[in-house]
């Protein structure tokens, strides 16, 4: 359902990929790891249609009602809408607009695009306090301005949270585990659990290991350099965890 | 020509030139001697002072030579249609508030409606009041010294004549709203208006009051020069907002002096959604320990409009805190000035004064001239000022676009939740709808 072929992009001059392939399939979960720099969110970014970076070569393949089309040439919207997911690494405080009105516009945006009819506000209420329940949050926080004043921990959660409402068909994970303790980080790995399917799939990018023993990946992916250098079944993570990268990037 | 020479010129520019046959009709009518005498010096000082021209500090990014070389004419009472003052009644005038309309600088009985008065709150028309409750009025006026009055106060002053004049005895709360409507419009020739609120709030008393002034249409030339004074005795709180939606061909100079006295409270918003040129002045003066004053005030302007909000907050007594909040949004060619003074007087130590003024640009050719101005004269006191002018956040628009939100509609989000930021401030929800509603036509602009 999701293949990237050949991905070259740069930001500012600065060569960041060079040239990575991945292929996903509906119902699998793949996971990038690799050290600081190696063009991870960059990727993820990339994926969203993040203005900053220019993709120079390759291209992005999408399957949108049994038809491949290529992802570049579309709109961060409309990415959205067709439903791919980016849980930011660092979610954007919105002083002013509030979590319900800023979801309930995000929702109807899909509704709209998929021809069905929008969710009637009092509905949409209760709908959203189910899904903040699912990960834990406070009710309180609807009414709040999104992100404002969110702790560390509350905001990552906050992103599967609304990756809860909108239910993406491809959900691209960047660093969602970073800075969370080790409640947060079960909260948050029990939500994606719960919203995975066979019809969905996910890329999970992170850093640690330790993400990866909660939200289990079919494939392990390792990212130097801006290439792919091995991929393979979970085991792959354990060994980088214990052995570093080194190893890896010398090859 | 020597500077001399052009300040001669500028005195015997069309608008002064104009000045005798505007005041004209007034002289024709009976008023009291003390009237008489208040506006023949209120036109002597207007005529040393001259408009002013960005020589006069004041003045600097406001320049009004185009009023200057505009002849006004006396304005013509009430030219609505009686459709037009159907509107009038539809959009401003709820049934559930006192209203006091104006149309065209005079009080429109028919269309107001000042409730059922107790004694011991007064809302009655100026022209009555300069009459009845003469001493009331030359109370207010005592707190200032005339010969310190700016050249608008004083040209306002040489036509007192029509507003409002509103009392709230010791100890009452005044429940409804009180809402002033001021509606100008000319067909024509340039008319001009000099509306005064005289406000009195007694001992703990409190009040809400809000004035709007609005343009009919967008083609009107008018000059609006509104003078409000209000009053605080001990312990009183006023919610006080003054809301702008003038024509786009309208010239606006008002000012808003408030005097406070101990532990009263002043709540302030003003909002300037419209005119070719806005000047406000807020002078609040704090003389009383433990009075608060809270300013807010937003601007939405576009095209080639100009907003100028001065405000200045004297302290001149210990232990009193200010709050400011001015927000503005520009599009097109727009323009606008922030000046907050604010004076901490020797004496006032313990003072606690914010001030903060936020812009948004939209527009490419738009320009804001934002100047803190403190003058800080005690030495253990909190004040903090700041300033910025920026653009939409490009982060926070990919934020919302990456969760399906077209772009444009991302935009409009953010710009209504910074100026709904400021805009939750009225508490009142018939004030902030009142509110909402004339903003709202200036924010649209960004649909298209």
Redesign the interface.
């Known amino acids: 359902m999701f293949e990237i072929k050949n991905l070259h992009a740069k930001i500012n001059d600065t060569e960041i990929l060079r040239g990575i392939n991945l292929k996903i399939n509906a119902g699998e979960v793949h996971a990038i790891m690799g050290p600081n720099g190696s063009g991870k969110s960059t990727l993820a970014k990339i994926i969203a249609g993040h203005p900053d970076y220019e993709v120079t070569e390759g291209e992005i393949l999408y399957e949108v009602n049994f038809k491949k089309i290529n992802i570049l040439e579309m709109e961060p919207e409309e990415r959205a809408q067709e439903g791919i997911f980016l849980a930011f690494q660092y979610p954007v405080e919105i002083p002013g607009v509030s979590m319900s009105a800023f979801l309930r516009a995000s929702f109807n945006a899909l509704c709209r695009h998929q021809g069905a009819e929008e969710m009637d506000p009092m509905d949409f209420d209760v709908f959203l306090r189910k899904k903040m329940k699912l990960l834990e949050m406070d009710e309180k926080f609807i009414n709040r301005p999104v992100n404002v004043d969110f702790s560390g921990g509350e905001k990552k959660r906050n992103e599967i949270m609304q990756m809860a409402v909108l239910n993406p068909r491809l959900a691209v994970l960047d660093e969602t585990d970073s800075g969370l303790d080790i409640d947060s980080m079960r909260i948050v790995a029990d939500g994606v659990n719960k919203l995975k399917s066979k019809n969905n799939a996910m890329l999970v990018i992170t850093h640690y290991q330790r993400l990866l023993n909660y939200i289990i990946p079919d494939f392990v992916h390792i990212l130097v350099d801006g290439r792919i250098v091995k991929s393979s079944g979970r085991d792959l993570a354990l060994e980088v965890e214990d052995k570093g990268y080194d190893w890896l990037s010398k090859k | 020509m020597t500077n001399a020479m052009i300040a001669q010129a500028e005195k015997n520019s069309p608008f002064m030139e104009q000045l005798d046959a505007l005041i004209g009709a007034l002289r024709k009518e009976k008023s009291p001697d003390w009237i008489i005498q208040l506006r023949e010096e209120g036109v002597v000082r207007f005529r040393k002072l001259g408009i002013p021209t960005t020589k006069d500090e004041e003045w600097k990014y406001t320049n009004l030579s185009a009023l200057a070389a505009s002849r006004c004419s006396p304005a013509v009472k009430s030219t609505l249609s009686p459709a037009q003052r159907k509107d009038v009644l539809a959009r401003y005038c709820s049934k559930a508030d006192v209203n006091i309309v104006f149309i065209n600088g005079a009080f429109d009985k028919e269309l107001s409606n000042l409730g059922k008065i107790s004694g011991s709150i007064e809302i009655i028309p100026l022209r009555d009041a300069l009459t009845n409750n003469a001493a009331a009025v030359q109370e207010i006026w005592a707190h200032y010294d005339p010969q310190q009055d700016s050249a608008f106060v004083a040209l306002n002053k040489a036509f007192t004549q029509e507003g409002t004049y509103i009392h709230i005895g010791d100890k009452i709360i005044a429940n409804q709203l009180i809402h002033i409507v001021h509606v100008t419009h000319s067909d024509g020739e340039a008319i001009a208006t000099f509306p005064h609120t005289f406000i009195c709030l007694g001992k703990s008393s409190e009040a809400s009051i809000l004035e709007t002034h609005v343009g009919l249409s967008d083609e009107s030339v008018y000059l609006a020069d509104p003078l409000t004074d209000a009053l605080l005795e001990e312990n009183a709180t006023l919610h006080y907002s003054k809301a702008q939606k003038e024509s786009l061909k309208a010239y606006h100079v008002g000012t808003t002096r408030v005097w406070q006295k101990r532990d009263s409270t002043f709540n302030g918003f003003s909002l300037v959604a419209g005119a070719s040129i806005t000047r406000n002045n807020l002078d609040i003066v704090i003389n009383g320990e433990g009075a608060a004053a809270f300013l807010n005030g937003l601007y939405s302007v576009y095209k080639d409009q100009h907003v100028d909000n001065h405000t200045s907050v004297d302290h001149r007594v210990p232990n009193a805190t200010s709050n400011q909040l001015y927000k503005g949004v520009l599009n097109d060619a727009a323009r606008a000035v922030f000046n907050g003074k604010i004076f901490v007087r020797a004496i006032a130590q313990q003072t606690n004064s914010y001030q903060l003024n936020k812009n948004l640009l939209l527009g490419k050719e738009c320009r804001v001239d934002t100047k803190p101005q403190l003058e800080i004269f005690a030495d253990d006191v909190k004040c903090t000022h700041g300033a910025t002018i920026g653009q939409l956040?490009?982060?926070?628009i990919?934020?919302?676009?990456?969760?399906?939100?077209?772009?444009n509609?991302?935009t409009r989000?953010?710009t209504?939740?910074?100026?709904?930021?400021v805009l939750n401030r009225l508490t009142r929800d018939s004030v902030r709808q009142q509110v909402a509603q004339l903003v709202a036509p200036s924010l649209k602009v960004l649909e298209g």
């Open positions: 956040n490009e982060d926070e990919f934020y919302l676009q990456a969760r399906g939100i077209p772009r509609i991302a989000l953010l209504q939740g910074f100026v709904d930021d």
